[in-house]
Nanobody, 122 residues
Framework: VQLQASGGGLVQAGGSLRLSCAAS????????AGWFRQAPGKEREFVAA????????SYRDSVKGRFTISRDNAKDTMYLQMNSLKPEDTAVYYC????????????????WGQGTLVTVSS
């Protein structure tokens, strides 16, 4: 499956962005999916994940209550709504697809998108 992330940009602290991840090539609905991010000089880290049907979700603690992951399998698209953004959310955000039920480890993902840059100014 091919993944294309979009929606990044420059936003002030406290603002919002919605990232999208468009899938093509195989049946996206048969994969769990997730978002990861990598800030400059840091390792890639888990942000959020969602099950195939979209019922189950998982978040890293620092984004709980601010970020919401969702998916529309009819459109083969996953989203990450990011509210109350903080400068520490600045990173390149990647979407990924996994054959697991739900996954928080990067090694459990089989397909990756190219990333979209989110910059939060203070």
């Amino acid at each position: 499956v091919q993944l294309q992330a979009s929606g990044g940009g420059l936003v002030q602290a406290g603002g919002s962005l919605r990232l999208s991840c468009a899938a093509s090539g195989r049946t996206f609905r048969t994969y769990a999916a997730g978002w990861f991010r990598q800030a400059p000089g840091k390792e890639r880290e888990f942000v959020a994940a969602i099950t195939r049907g979209g019922v189950g979700t998982s978040y890293r603690d620092s984004v709980k209550g601010r970020f919401t992951i969702s998916r529309d399998n009819a459109k083969d698209t996953m989203y990450l709504q990011m509210n109350s953004l903080k400068p520490e959310d600045t990173a390149v955000y990647y979407c990924a697809a996994s054959q697991e039920r739900i996954a928080e480890l990067a090694d459990m993902y089989d397909y990756w998108g190219q990333g979209t840059l989110v910059t939060v100014s203070s």
